[in-house]
């Protein structure tokens, strides 16, 4: 491709809407545009990367009997009503309607669909396993987009499902699918770590994320060096230490006049975090019945010195969301903000849910429930009990190990893939059932996987570039090569020996971007090291009139001369030797 009639434009200056180093290399690139808050035009470069990504999804996919299909984005109200993810997703969902009135979607996601497909053709265990794949655009509608291709509205994913017959089925498939997972991202040039998840609104009994490790990252992984244990923040459990055991005290009230928090009244008092309790109001909204949906106060208890897990508390209580509760509802169940404990409240409305931890911690300070006053020597058992005591707590840096009790370590990193089994939430719900081998109906048991094919790009991007723009792994480049032509127009014969080594690494198979522009060989090198394409060849008169071309690797900077009757050979060379490294790391995965 001559640069001179390729359809992009580099900027110099980094655009101030751009917030992360992806996004604004990728603009800057000419790799995308945006159109609106988190939807985005793909130009040519970017649209070759995209489809060399998708490439690697569709072999690996393949590699484990996948086979792919295409389902629609725009998809009846109906199927999602069945599985009451009408009713369960909020705003996320983009919902319309067609010129009769009837309920549409715009598809997030594709399990309905699939699961409808499935029912249709899949009616004996003779035909399972199946699994099927697609590569397609979907719409979620974030309200917080940010950070380019990171986290947007309009996204591409390839999405997979399998069907079994039963979970021991699933179980034996889905490290075959953890392995092809890690081999597209080793492929595609990141390196990722897979962590136990949260199944949110898909459902399921098991999930991995698969993480790119960067401070840029919305997920907080808790990780263990010494066992390998890792888990997404969401559902990562640890070692509790209790409180040692002591006498039971008597409730005494004392006055703390102007202190509303767990640090002041920590400091106030004299006493560690760890001897308060902290009091959090919340109302979640839960299955009312009928479809319907219902609000629930819910009053938590934690220790002081831990931190509410929300999507812990989410789950186990089977609430859709929770928002913080307010002033009037809170003074509703008799409880006053900054100063409230459990003790001596209105039980009536209220769900009083408390961390584990809570029972195990004798003689707390607690709220009593008026402005300026707590209590010493709060006791569960003796002065409140709750309808649940669960682990609410949020894992943290510093935590022992649930396995090994080793001290966790805190990390940062994108999502960049997921796996679930879903089991058979979607088949029940949808009648997609098959016959066993005595003729008895069942329904089947599912998992889906999926990957978004932009956020890899800019994952990949954000892991691979320098002060001077990105560095490409050979696998996914736009083109292998960016020949830089130093010829004038005052050099014909330059200018044609150019033109022969474009024409012969094109014949070779060889992806070229060649740059012909009448720019200043400054501009040239600034643009080549911003595309970032594995490998630089540079002629000009000095070289051409010695028989040599100059190579430079983008990745390392490192620089050498091939000889003009030779050029193929050492491209192809320096590209194998690019490949070569990037399959020393496919390597099998023991999943955890």
């Known amino acids: 491709m001559r640069l001179s009639k390729l359809f992009f434009?580099?900027?110099?200056?980094?655009?101030?809407?751009?917030?992360v180093r992806s996004h604004q290399l990728m603009l800057r690139a000419g790799l995308v545009r945006q159109v609106a808050a988190g939807i985005f035009d793909f130009l040519p470069l970017g649209l070759r990367v995209k489809h060399k990504i998708e490439q690697i999804l569709r072999e690996e996919m393949d590699a484990i009997d996948g086979q792919e299909v295409s389902l629609p984005v725009v998809q009846p109200a109906e199927l999602w009503q069945r599985t009451g993810r009408w009713q369960a997703i909020g705003d996320d969902l983009a919902r319309l309607q067609d010129r009769n009135g009837r309920d549409l979607v715009l598809g997030m996601t594709h399990e309905e669909v699939i699961t409808e497909m499935a029912a249709g053709v899949i009616n004996s265990y003779r035909q399972l396993p199946q699994m099927l794949y697609q590569i397609q655009t979907k719409f979620r509608d974030e309200p917080r987009p940010r950070g380019g291709l990171i986290r947007v509205r309009e996204f591409t994913m390839k999405d997979a499902y399998s069907f079994h017959s039963d979970f021991a089925d699933l179980d034996a498939y889905y490290p075959d699918v953890y392995q092809a997972y890690f081999n597209i991202f080793r492929r595609a040039g990141l390196q990722v770590i897979a962590v136990e998840s949260d199944t949110g609104m898909m459902g399921g009994t098991m999930a991995h994320e698969f993480m790119a490790l960067t401070p840029i990252g919305e997920?907080?992984?808790?990780?263990?060096?010494?066992?390998?244990?890792?888990?997404?923040?969401?559902?990562?459990?640890?070692?509790?230490?209790?409180?040692?055991?002591?006498?039971?005290?008597?409730?005494?009230?004392?006055?703390t006049p102007h202190v509303n928090t767990i640090a002041a009244l920590a400091d106030f008092l004299g006493v560690p975090e760890s001897r308060t309790a902290k009091a959090i109001f919340l109302v979640a909204e839960v299955d009312g019945g009928a479809g319907k949906s219902r609000e629930q106060f819910v009053f938590v208890v934690m220790r002081g010195d831990m931190e509410l897990n929300e999507t812990k508390l989410t789950n186990a209580i089977a609430a859709r969301r929770v928002r913080p509760a307010t002033i009037e509802e809170i003074k509703a169940i008799g409880a006053q903000a900054g100063y409230g404990s459990p003790v001596g409240i209105d039980r009536g409305q209220v769900l009083l849910v408390v961390d584990d931890l809570i029972p195990r911690s004798s003689n707390l300070v607690a709220g009593a429930n008026r402005e300026g006053w707590h209590y010493k020597n709060v006791n569960y058992g003796r002065d409140y009990a709750a309808d649940r005591v669960l682990?609410?707590?949020?894992?943290?840096?510093?935590?022992?190990c649930p396995v090994c009790g080793e001290p966790l370590r805190s990390v940062r990193g994108v999502e960049v893939g997921n796996i679930f089994k879903l089991g058979t939430k979607y088949s029940a719900a949808m009648d997609a059932l098959y016959l066993d081998e005595k003729g008895e109906s069942h329904p089947l048991v599912m998992g889906c996987y999926g990957i978004g094919s932009g956020r890899l790009i800019a994952s990949v991007i954000e892991n691979?570039?320098?002060?001077?723009?990105?560095?490409?792994?050979?696998?996914?480049?736009?083109?292998?090569?960016?020949?830089?032509?130093l010829a004038t127009p005052k050099q014909p014969e330059i200018v044609a020996k150019v033109e022969e080594v474009y024409a012969v690494l094109q014949a070779a198979g060889i992806e070229v971007l060649y740059d012909d522009r009448d720019e200043r060989a400054g501009v040239k090198f600034n643009d080549a090291d911003l595309l970032g394409l594995p490998l630089r060849l540079t002629m000009g008169k000095r070289g051409v009139e010695n028989g040599i071309v100059e190579l430079k690797k983008r990745r390392t900077g490192e620089g050498s001369e091939l000889a003009l009757d030779g050029v193929v050979a050492g491209v192809q060379a320096a590209l194998d030797a690019e490949r070569a490294r990037i399959a020393e790391t496919l390597l099998p995965e023991q999943m955890g």
């Open 9 to 19: 434009q580099t900027l110099r200056e980094v655009p101030a809407d751009a917030d």
């Open 391 to 400: 682990d609410i707590a949020a894992a943290a840096e510093g935590h022992g």
């Open 219 to 255: 997920d907080t992984l808790l990780l263990c060096d010494a066992c390998h244990y890792a888990a997404n923040r969401q559902i990562a459990t640890f070692v509790k230490e209790a409180a040692p055991a002591e006498e039971v005290l008597a409730l005494e009230e004392v006055e």
């Open 464 to 485: 691979s570039n320098d002060e001077n723009g990105i560095i490409w792994p050979v696998t996914i480049a736009p083109y292998h090569v960016h020949l830089v032509s």
